[in-house]
Nanobody
Framework: QVQLVESGGGLVQAGDSLRLSCVAS????????MGWFRQGPGKERVFVGA????????YYSDSVKGRFTISKDIAKKTVYLQMNSLKPEDTARYYC??????????????WGQGTLVAVSS
């Protein structure tokens, strides 16, 4: 059984930084990537970025490129989302999910509960 637990969200001011964590349990899909998604108020869930579980390749959406960085700790089965220079438009609930490597496709359709990030201006 796949389980993903996100944490680290909170209320911050514009320009601040925040680091989110995603802990995976159950089956680990080593040929997949771990992706981050977000869903803002009244908006659809969108892809933020991902890191291949094997190797070090990362890829990001244009909206966060240069501000957000994804890393991982294989031993802890944890993926991190370091968010710098936060903007009010980054306000959203953030989710992690297994995706097909190199894509934003959550083929397993398994989501955690998410963690809420609110950025005030």
């Amino acid at each position: 059984q796949v389980q993903l637990v996100e944490s680290g969200g909170g209320l911050v001011q514009a320009g601040d930084s925040l680091r989110l964590s995603c802990v995976a349990s159950g089956r680990i899909y080593s040929t997949y990537a771990m992706g981050w998604f977000r869903q803002g108020p009244g908006k659809e869930r969108v892809f933020v970025g991902a890191i291949n579980w094997s190797g070090i390749s990362t890829y990001y959406s244009d909206s966060v490129k240069g501000r957000f960085t994804i890393s991982k700790d294989i031993a802890k089965k944890t993926v991190y989302l370091q968010m710098n220079s936060l903007k009010p438009e980054d306000t959203a609930r953030y989710y992690c999910a297994w995706v097909v490597a190199g894509t934003a496709r959550n083929s397993l359709d398994t989501w955690g509960q998410g963690t809420l990030v609110a950025v005030s201006s």
